[in-house]
């Protein structure tokens, strides 16, 4: 089995690009809350993201105009805060996303690079 937690570094680079991947998460979705989108980083390779981080960027996008929030009681438990793309949101992943995929791609072409000296 995979070891599936996260070192200092690997933390450092998630942070480097969480606000691009909630996004495109939010996108996938349609709309989510913070814990669901603890779960499907988690499921995506991404873990160890705790929600003392994801729930200030989840306001900090908000707040940006990015995401929309809309409180929502709970069924049979508390309420929810719950997140979507707004248009503006889905044009910085639509600007945003593809400079990423290049620099990401670029970033795995030199570390390959060296492991191969």
Known sequence: MADRTISGRQAQWLRGVLDLVVLALLAEDGEGYGYTLLQRLADAGLPGMKA???????NRLAADGLLSAEWRAGEGGPGRKFFALTDEGRAVLAEQGPRWIEFATNSIS????????
Request: glycine share 14%; no cysteine.
């Open 52 to 58: 003392g981080t994801l729930y200030p960027l989840l």
């Open 110 to 117: 030199v570390v390959e690079r060296g492991l191969r000296s």
